[in-house]
């Protein structure tokens, strides 16, 4: 099936060089990215510990990239007034950490002003979106366990996307192990978000690397 929607390239920070942070943002803005995507993980959620509102404030200062902020974090109510002062575009929260809170978040994140995402582990089946599903811009599905970046595409998740294209009219992303080949696959299943941190930031070349995507999206879509 070919995606009705247009094709978006997200590189992720997480495996970009933080020495060399607005060097690399640079970069990956020039190449023509369509959104930069920041993963907060809280070392409770998910058993890693990255970057919080400080960073995406400071992110948010150096690029007129839309910032998309996908929270691996327990009670992430607690944090939207924050993330969304500190300049993001798109908050993704995951279902498992919100539970019964659900409704409750991804309206806090609209009060904000923020276009609102939530995100499903890999074994989170779609019927934990329930009612909630039409109320959101995008669903994140999750392609590797979250917590660490240079994992295995998984394919068994591809289904999901598939069955969720079908009831979805929303973006659909993909994040984990995406790269020119998993990443075909996730458009053809119907994703058109591709969040990409190793596939983009440990090449050799990061400006090609988007340039390749860019034109498998632009095939996909012909
Ligand atoms: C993993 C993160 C991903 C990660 C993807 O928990 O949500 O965004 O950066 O990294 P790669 O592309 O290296 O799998
Ligand atoms: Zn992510």
Not at 81 to 108: M, N, P, W, Y
Request: net charge neutral; hydrophobic share 45%.
């Amino acid at each position: 099936m070919s995606p009705m929607l247009p094709i978006k390239i997200a590189p992720s920070l997480l495996a970009c060089d933080f020495t060399q942070l607005s060097k690399e943002i640079r970069v990956v803005e020039k190449a023509g990215s369509d959104l930069l995507h920041v993963d907060v993980m809280d070392g409770s959620f998910v058993p890693n510990i990255t970057v919080g509102p400080i960073v995406v404030k400071a992110v948010r200062g150096i690029t007129a990239l839309p910032l998309d902020v996908h929270l691996m974090i327990e009670r992430p109510w607690n944090y939207i007034d924050a993330f969304a002062k500190a300049g993001a575009h798109q908050i993704i929260v995951h279902a498992e950490a919100c539970g019964k809170r659900l409704s409750e978040t991804i309206s806090l994140i609209k009060k904000h002003g923020c276009r609102v995402g939530v995100s499903l582990r890999p074994e989170t089946p779609l019927t934990s979106l329930q009612s909630d599903l039409e109320r959101l811009d995008v669903v994140l599905l999750m392609t590797v366990n979250p917590g660490f970046g240079g994992q295995r595409f998984m394919p068994e998740v591809l289904p999901k996307i598939t069955s969720l294209r079908k009831i979805f009219e929303g973006d659909i992303a993909v994040d984990g192990g995406v790269n020119l080949v998993t990443a075909k696959k996730a458009i053809e299943a119907g994703a058109n978000i591709l969040v990409a941190g190793t596939a983009i930031f440990k090449t050799p070349d990061a400006t090609k690397s988007i340039h390749e995507f860019r034109k498998l999206a632009q095939d996909a879509i012909a």
